[in-house]
Structures are given as C-alpha cells and as structure tokens.
C-alpha cells in the first residue's frame, strides 16, 4: 500500500482484503495485521485505502459477526474480542485523523467512524465527539460527527 501509483496501491489493497476477511469473515492474520494498518494511516498516500480495510475489518468484528477460537498465551480466546481489543489501541490515532485538516474529508469521516464503533463506553465517545465537534470547521465532517452523536 505504499506503491507511488493508485491503482497499485488499490489493487494491494484488495489482496490485503482478501487475505484478512476471506468471506467477509475475519481471519486469524487480521489480529496481527490491525497494529501495522494503524501504523500506515501516517502515510497520507494511503490513509483513505487504510481506513476503508479498517472499516471492514470493524464490521467482521461487531459483537454477534461470525467468531472463532484462537490460540494465544496457551489459552482459547476469541477472534472478535482480541481483533476489536487491537482496533481500540487505535483510538487516539484514529481521533488524531479526524482533526487532521491535511487529510480528505472522506479519510477524515473513515477515521471517525472507525473510532465509532470500536468505542464501547458511550460516555467517552459522546464526551470526545463533543470535543471533536467544537475543533473541527468542515461542515461535512460536523455533519458526520453530529450524526454520530445521535446514534
């Protein structure tokens, strides 16, 4: 995903997605790659493509998506909780992204909705979107956090 071209970029993009969710399902691999995709939202070329898997990968890791047991430290654990705990690490990357006036907008709203739904405590989140809100100036990106705040 650090290719100089697009569309190389893109087409890395969809491998990385069909090795990571084959099926729209999340594959062990997703657990290790979570921390590296949080690493490559510093790079601007890629950030958007970055965010677009993250965001997949957040919909495979919903409470209730398809689970299975993994194997970590000699004991069973489950896929969906370690891969949201690893996607959690994230959060003040992903906030950090949503106040960056360099990036697109769409990256921006990507990266606030990924914020979104790893959250779990409703109270931090309304408290951080309502931070967020009173710092950000482009109307499509209040619009987005405003809708958040309703949810």
Known sequence: MMQSSLAAREACQQSLESALLPQ????????????????MTECSE??????????SICA????GS???????????ESLV????????????????????????TVCRMNALSVYCRVTEDNSERRGRLGRL??????????AHIESWLQD
């Open 24 to 39: 729209d399902v999340l594959s062990e691999a997703c657990l290790y790659a979570i921390p590296f995709l949080i690493e």
């Open 46 to 55: 890629s950030c958007s493509l970055v965010y677009d898997l993250l965001l």
């Open 60 to 63: 495979c890791s919903m409470p």
């Open 66 to 76: 398809y689970d299975q047991l993994i194997r970590r430290n000699g004991r069973l």
């Open 81 to 104: 909780v370690a891969c949201r705990r690893r996607l959690q690490e994230g959060q003040a990357i992903f906030c950090r992204d949503v106040e960056n006036q360099v990036l697109s």
């Open 133 to 142: 809100l009173a710092s950000v100036v482009d109307n499509d990106l209040r």
